[in-house]
């Protein structure tokens, strides 16, 4: 059975950083592209940044500049350094596993990955 367990949210204040982490068991972490998606209230989840299994990353216009994805083959985990964090930056956080599409295309669709954590809240104050 594959768990996916976000970590690292909390409330911060605007222009400072957190860095989230993700671990997995019950697949081969380095076989797997790895994503960050975001939930603001009232918004429908959408994706941050993404990470292949050869390391190429995508970022969600929002954040590129200010949030960084990274992956450690060794340690099963994946992280998203997000630094110089916004109000609007404020939601539920998502891991997710296994992609299927086109990944250069497709990357920030909820339905092209098949597996998720639970979720983790980042709350950024003005």
């Known amino acids: 059975q594959v768990q996916v367990v976000e970590s690292g949210g909390g409330s911060v204040q605007a222009g400072e950083s957190l860095r989230l982490s993700c671990t997995v068991s019950?697949?081969?972490?380095?076989?797997?592209?790895w994503g960050w998606f975001r939930q603001s209230p009232g918004r429908e989840r959408k994706g941050v940044s993404c990470?292949?299994?050869?390391?190429?990353?995508h970022y969600d216009d929002s954040v590129k500049g200010r949030f960084t994805i990274s992956r450690d083959n060794v340690k099963n985990t994946v992280y998203l350094q997000m630094d110089s964090l916004k109000p609007e930056d404020t939601g539920m956080y998502y891991c997710a596993a296994d992609f299927n599409g086109l990944w250069h295309a497709e990357w920030d669709r909820r339905g092209n990955w098949k597996e998720w954590g639970t979720g983790i809240q980042v709350s950024v104050s003005s």
């Open positions: 019950g697949l081969k972490f380095d076989d797997y592209a």
């Open positions: 990470i292949s299994w050869l390391e190429k990353v």
